[in-house]
């Protein structure tokens, strides 16, 4: 089964510049869900969606970030414009629900290095 | 708000020896998972504990769940080096009408072995 893939591995900007992380989730899994993790901390989450419908962005900064799942099965999460404090990897992780209800936990995209300079 | 907190935030070991991190929540958590996440690398499952007071044991790693789903535990025995990395538990965060999803992430333990 391929996993989570996720691209770029890693990435560099200025601030103020914007950026965009795409993440395909593992083929069927219908609930996908992007994560920060800044280094020395747990991951955060900040947007759940399941298909293409947003669940819980109630931690996303709005005002910067955005993140879509036209299709339902692709995503990506943008970053406009971005700050210093952004820097940390952005994970993306998906699940099949009922998986989760069976034990099977999430799985997670090996995640893109963001380094604002 | 709810918290996972973690500890203890480091831990060296010595090859061979056992320990034990500890995770405890504010509030009562419906399941509690375990991720690793080696150097470099991201967060991959472990396990998931479900049931109060459920125990699971996974080689030399055993889990634990509180009797009031406030906390859990992982033990380690006999460490090796391929132990090393950060210990994440998780817990969903509260909702009404998922209470599998939204997982929110304790700090982790970063675990160090020597050899």
């Known amino acids: 089964e391929a996993g989570v893939a996720q691209s770029p591995r890693y990435k560099i900007i200025e601030k103020r510049q914007s950026v965009a992380f795409w993440c395909n989730p593992i083929s069927g899994h219908a609930t996908l869900y992007w994560y920060q993790q800044i280094l020395g901390q747990g991951p955060k989450l900040l947007i759940q969606f399941q298909n293409n419908g947003v669940v819980d962005d109630s931690q996303l900064p709005k005002d910067r970030f955005s993140a879509e799942r036209l299709k339902g099965v692709d995503s990506t999460l943008k970053i406009q414009p971005a700050k210093l404090e952004d820097s940390a990897v952005y994970l993306c992780a998906s699940s099949l629900d009922m998986e989760i209800g069976l034990g099977r936990g999430y799985t997670f995209g090996s995640g893109t290095r963001l380094t604002v300079v | 708000g709810q918290q996972v907190m973690q500890i203890p935030q480091y831990q060296h070991v010595q090859e061979g020896e056992d320990f034990t991190t500890y995770c405890n929540s504010s509030t009562t958590l419906s399941n509690i998972q375990w991720y690793k996440q080696r150097p470099g690398g991201h967060p991959v499952f472990l396990i998931q504990l479900v049931k109060s007071g459920e125990v699971k044991k996974q080689k030399r790693l055993t889990f634990q769940f509180g009797e009031a789903k406030k906390n859990s535990s992982l033990h380690i025995t006999a460490t090796q080096t391929t132990d090393v990395g950060t210990y994440f538990c998780?817990?969903?965060?509260?909702?009404?009408?998922?209470?599998?999803?939204?997982?929110?992430f304790g700090a982790g333990t970063q675990v160090v072995v020597t050899p």
């Open positions: 998780a817990g969903p965060r509260i909702s009404t009408t998922d209470s599998w999803g939204k997982l929110q």
